[in-house]
């Protein structure tokens, strides 16, 4: 069949079609010396893999690559006189030539494969045969699949996601490490031996098989045979062991911080407790032991979830008149229930995230504790606010606390119920409600002996008349108002705080970002119906700046205990020169969070006027360095040269 006009041929010049076809396959060779070693070692990986033992004496493992290098040669030989080769005269004085090309990298794995499969002899002589394409693509064809047995313990098996974790985990350990001395970082990738060949040790000169696990020398010059590898594997071991402790224990410490937990020793008496706590489920009574152990035992098995049906058992006791549980997530409402049977003289209970509770469940406790003046039910959904009601009107007047979190059913009938039949309330907590809105704040009023008054990030608006319709009512007997998330207040509501709340001791309004600084400054000056704040929450009050700080400091710095002005950026470096001034003899937390001018230098000054500081918090501050000085037992929580570290 003639070739077309302007059609040409791959096949040109002194290249033949073997030529041709290992150029397309991206094959790389340098000569005769280099087509040589790779054939060698390809045999010896070979003979390696079909080894049984990997410790063979250097001369056994010598005798066998010879047989498998003999065979091999008569077994192409062979294979190369049974092939149909077509004589082409133009091809008689014609010379293999393989130009050099850097293989393509997804090719690079088959390309090395046929290379080491060439026919030394072919290639050693001057003129050959003319082999069609055809035939060279099922002479590497033969070539692979013979070379499949060497290759195919290499391969890698597919992991499991356990194991691709524990990968992940050890390269993460590795990462982390990085600065220790490790000399397999100084050998060269492309000069390391690949697994299966032959190498000599660096340290004993002994002949050895080079394994993904083989061990690179102290120089990082050459590798180690198996032997000399685990000399060192006992420090190296003690050596990640060390590194591991003391990674735990950071974290230890960390966590601790957070906890606000600063005793380096624990006491007897806490040992018994964390022991009690840890075989809870092996423990028969608590007996007596006292409320506060009690409500510690509490604490530590409901942060474990380990709470049931069966070890809230444990904390029933005849006598018992306060019961807190943290975490009720995992008990039943006919368990929760069991509490009025089994302590009908409790007064206080706390609930946690009772989201199991139901209607049957409140009523009971409406109905048998006789005693009860304070309940807090947090996360209690599938309580209606018909059994709200129903509740009140059962304990009516001797209901003096009331705390409920977390649902979207305690509306404003339920409000008015409360009101209603509750007169002596004092103390009052509605945390993450859907539904109080004005209409709620309002009904309010009703309740003149309020104390402690919580709204807390409700889902409606609240505006500033209902909260100045309640202040106006009970504002001179409060000692704690809390109004977090009520993003709507404004200096207005502040102006009925100077005027009526004169007893106010707690005052948190986190979240009110339309309170100015001049607002906040009018409150603390010549607010003369207060003697002094002993704590105060203006986190996120994003309009707070240095004169707002002096006002603050002018007027309670000798009450404070509690200070979070926690993403106030705007106060200034010289508020903290006028702090020097003044001296915080009760302050013992400190929340400065994200006031991005606080450094070294201001932390020394705080620590200087507040003796008594025992917990500060910088977190986002990046100016404060490791060389910030501290005072013993003081919590510095936030500091990112920690974290990093």
């Keep these: 069949m003639s070739r077309r006009p302007g059609q040409r041929s791959h096949v040109s010049g002194p290249n033949s079609a073997l030529t041709e076809f290992l150029r397309e396959k991206g094959i790389d060779t340098s000569g005769i010396q280099a087509l040589s070693s790779a054939r060698a070692r390809a045999r010896n990986e070979a003979a390696h893999r079909r080894s049984v033992a990997a410790s063979l004496e250097a001369a056994e493992i010598g005798e066998e690559i010879d047989e498998d290098e003999e065979v091999g040669e008569s077994s192409a030989s062979a294979a190369r006189r049974k092939k149909k080769v077509s004589k082409d005269e133009d091809n008689d004085e014609e010379m293999l030539d393989v130009e050099e090309e850097e293989p393509v990298r997804t090719r690079r794995g088959r390309a090395s494969r046929a290379t080491t499969k060439i026919d030394l002899k072919v290639v050693g002589k001057r003129k050959r045969k003319s082999t069609t394409v055809k035939d060279t693509e099922s002479e590497f064809e033969e070539i692979e699949e013979e070379e499949m047995i060497a290759v195919r313990a290499t391969r890698t098996r597919k992991l499991t996601k ?29 000069l390391r031996p690949v697994p299966g060949q032959i190498a000599f040790c660096a340290e004993c000169e002994c002949r050895f098989t080079v394994t993904p696990y083989s061990r690179s020398a102290d120089d990082g010059e050459g590798l180690l045979c198996h032997t000399c590898g685990k000399k060192g594997a006992p420090a190296e071991k003690a050596a990640r062991k060390k590194k591991q402790t003391t990674r735990t224990n950071k974290k230890s410490a960390a966590r601790a911080i957070l906890d606000g937990d600063t005793s380096n020793v624990k006491s007897l008496q ?18 007596y032991i006292g409320s506060h152990n009690v409500d510690k035992i509490s604490q530590i098995i409901c942060k474990n979830r380990r709470l049931n049906g069966e070890t ?13 549980f943290y975490d009720c997530s995992g008990i039943s409402s006919d368990s929760l229930r069991q509490i009025a049977a089994f302590v009908p003289t409790i007064r206080r209970l706390h609930l946690n995230w009772c989201g199991l509770m139901k209607d049957e469940c409140l009523d009971y406790y409406g109905t048998q504790l006789k005693q009860l003046t304070s309940l807090e039910l947090y996360g209690a959904f599938n309580v209606t606010e018909e059994c709200y009601i129903r509740f009140f009107k059962n304990v009516g007047s001797r209901l003096t606390e009331f705390a409920v979190k977390d649902t979207s059913r305690f509306k404003a009938a339920a409000v008015e119920a409360l009101v209603d039949n509750c007169p002596e309330l004092e103390v009052l907590r509605l945390h993450t409600l859907t539904f109080i809105d004005d209409e709620c704040v309002r009904l309010l009023t009703g309740l003149p002996n309020l104390r402690i008054l919580e709204i807390t990030d409700s889902q409606a608006s609240i505006k500033d008349g209902p909260i100045i319709d309640c202040l106006n009512t009970f504002g001179p007997g409060l000692s704690e108002l809390t109004l ?3 993003k709507d207040l404004t200096d207005a509501t502040l102006d009925a705080i100077h005027s009526s709340c004169g007893r106010l001791d707690i005052l948190n309004l986190d979240e009110a970002e339309l309170l100015t600084n001049d607002g906040i400054g009018k409150l603390f000056t010549e607010w003369s119906l207060n003697y002094g704040l002993k704590e105060l929450s203006l986190r996120n009050c994003t309009n707070l700046q240095s004169s707002g700080f002096a006002r603050i400091i002018d007027h309670s710095s000798r009450t404070l ?17 006028f702090l020097q001034e003044f001296t915080l003899p009760e302050l ?5 969070s994200f006031v991005r001018c606080v450094d070294d230098a201001v932390i020394e000054g705080i620590l200087k006027v507040a003796p008594e500081l025992k917990t500060l918090k910088v977190w986002g501050c990046n100016k404060i360095t ?4 501290l005072k013993e037992g003081m919590l510095l929580v936030g500091r990112e040269a920690d974290i990093l570290a």
Excluded: M
């Excluded at 985990?169 to 100084?186: I, T, V």
């Design 561 to 577: 205990e509690r200070l979070t002005i926690n993403r106030c950026k705007d106060i200034e470096k010289d508020a903290w020169t």
């Design 626 to 629: 490791e060389s910030c000085a």
């Design 484 to 486: 977090n998330g009520c």
């Design 162 to 190: 356990a194991q691709l974790a524990k990968k992940k985990a050890g390269e993460q350990r590795k990462l982390e490490e990085d600065d220790e001395f490790n000399p397999d970082n100084f050998l060269d990738p492309a």
């Design 270 to 287: 806490e040992i018994c407790i964390n022991t009690v706590a840890k075989y809870i489920d092996d423990v028969e009574t608590l007996g």
């Design 312 to 324: 809230i058992n444990l904390f029933f006791e005849p006598a018992e008149h306060v019961l807190r």
């Design 588 to 592: 013992e937390v400190l929340d400065i």
